[in-house]
């Protein structure tokens, strides 16, 4: 498949909504916006996509075990500047560093983040003084976890919650990535669907099974006939591939 983001998606109205929120905030200290949603659904995708979209978006992973130090360690990194040896003073750094420029800050993964409560108060501190905009990703479960820092809480202007990708995201998406000269027929984009549940990570798992059953089979257009025994999607719940009853084997096909 064309290794390309797909902007098509519903998702990334919803993230651009929030992103326009906060842009257009009426308090002006409340520049967080938190997203969240189940795994699976494009959140670091997205995300990703849209720090490539502004010249002065930093990304940052959280990890297990994150420390102030730690955290502000990769920020300098990402700010191109060489850390000093203490906290302190790294803050300071990070903190003339941000002031720079125009920044906007997201930060994946922040439930690591929420483990030592030094991390979360210096992501406010930059936010607070330079009244930086700032992403917080995380699962469905970190938005009830912030809300036991009513400091932090009180500054998030608007909550986006990806949702599972609608029949016509699996449609554009498809459009978008598959290579060239190759389709599927409606019915396979709407099994894709129902398969995956709406989670993008295996929508695009499915379109890549189509594309290898249009080579295998030489067909342009893949539809229900061509996936009866490929498993398009994997039920990692029940352990077991998802695919329709057996295909008979067709004069030609490899043995």
């Not at 500047?81 to 920044?103: H, I, N, S």
């Not at 202007?157 to 990806?162: C, E, G, M, Q, S």
């Amino acid at each position: 498949m064309h290794q390309q983001f797909c902007h098509t998606v519903s998702n990334v109205s919803r993230l651009l909504a929030g992103v326009s929120i906060v842009q257009e905030r009426g308090a002006v200290e409340a520049c967080l916006m938190l997203v969240t949603g189940q795994p699976g659904l494009g959140k670091t995708e997205t995300l990703g996509w849209y720090v490539t979209q502004q010249p002065y978006a930093i990304y940052l992973r959280a990890k297990s075990g994150w420390t102030r130090h730690w955290f502000l360690n990769d920020l300098l990194a990402e700010l191109g500047e060489a850390p000093t040896r203490l906290t302190e003073d790294m803050f300071k750094q990070a903190l003339a560093a941000l002031a720079r420029k125009p920044y906007v800050l997201v930060v994946d993964e922040v439930e690591h983040a929420l483990a030592d409560t030094r991390v979360l108060e210096a992501i406010r501190d930059f936010s607070d003084l330079l009244r930086l905009p700032t992403v917080l990703v995380g699962m469905a479960e970190v938005r009830n976890k912030i809300a036991r820092h009513p400091q932090v809480q009180s500054r998030i202007a608007t909550i986006v919650t990806f949702q599972p990708a609608t029949l016509e995201d699996v449609r554009a998406t498809a459009a978008m990535l598959l290579e060239q000269g190759v389709a599927i027929t409606d019915d396979v984009a709407e099994l894709i669907h129902v398969r995956s549940e709406g989670r993008m990570r295996l929508v695009l798992n499915g379109l890549a099974a189509c594309e290898r059953v249009a080579r295998l089979r030489k067909v342009k257009t893949v539809g229900l006939a061509e996936v009866k025994d490929v498993e398009l999607v994997h039920d990692w719940q029940a352990r077991k591939p998802q695919v329709l009853k057996p295909l008979a084997r067709r004069e030609g096909d490899p043995q």
